[in-house]
């Protein structure tokens, strides 16, 4: 079972990554500032949310890429630099393994349903 203060640390977590997911998450960092060994928080964060932290901040990251998309003009550098990517093909690449189509095709596709 996780103990009350874990539950309330895990919660921080979240909103933590959640504020700083432009920013480079050093995962071994953030297990510290909470003081977990890397390995516990790895295990307790999977138990807890079902993926890894990794897979949470790419997840954070593509969902505020989404919202660029949808509601910017903005072009895909200034959206990876917005969003924690580390330039536009990496981005690419991401948002491609997860939607199966590139950030370009999923903009034209969503367009297409709003007009």
Known sequence: TISES????????????DRHSQENINIEELAHKYNMSYSYFAKLFLKHYGQSCKQYIEFVRLSKVENLLLFTGHDLSYI????????????????????QMTPKQFRLQHQNIRN
């Open 80 to 99: 990876a630099g917005e969003t924690g990517f580390a330039d536009c093909s990496h981005l690419i690449r991401t948002f491609k393994k997860r939607y």
């Open 6 to 17: 874990e539950e309330k640390s895990m919660q921080d977590i979240l909103v933590y990554i």
